[in-house]
């Protein structure tokens, strides 16, 4: 209970910059897995979290560039607790769909020029 406690108040946190967080986390719709090989696809999940405790910040920053250089389909976040912020309970590596997220930036873009 307490681990899922803290992914609630983690995606309630981010809100502001990622609205669709919480209720997709509330919705089962992330899928939550330990260790970072191998990359699974997507399915009907919205995003994959990597839990992968062993790695500094610095590491998961490097394993992300790999994956997005590896994965055109995908964007992979990585979080650590240590960078504080808005960072994850858990160190980990966030894998969503490319073409989603450029659709939600565009959007965003657009809504930001017509303010």
Not at 3 to 22: G, Q
Not at 24 to 29: E, L, P, S
Not at 80 to 83: D, K, T
């Given at each position: 209970?307490?681990?899922?406690?803290?992914?609630?108040?983690?995606?309630?946190?981010?809100?502001?910059?990622?609205?669709?967080?919480?209720s997709?986390?509330?919705?089962?719709?992330l899928k939550f897995i330990q260790g970072v090989t191998p990359i699974l696809e997507l399915e009907q999940y919205e995003a994959i979290i990597y839990f992968e405790d062993t790695?500094?910040?610095?590491?998961?920053?490097?394993?992300?560039?790999?994956?997005?250089?590896?994965?055109?389909e995908y964007e992979f976040f990585w979080s650590?607790?240590?960078?504080g912020g808005n960072s994850a309970p858990e160190a980990c590596i966030i894998q969503q769909d490319y073409?989603?997220?450029e659709q939600i930036r565009q959007k965003i873009t657009k809504n930001l020029k017509q303010a």
């Open positions: 209970m307490e681990k899922e406690d803290s992914w609630a108040t983690y995606f309630k946190s981010i809100e502001s910059i990622c609205p669709w967080s919480l997709a986390y509330r919705q089962n719709k790695f500094t910040p610095k590491q998961l920053a490097a394993i992300t560039l790999q994956l997005n250089d590896m994965y055109a650590h607790p240590l960078e073409a989603k997220i």
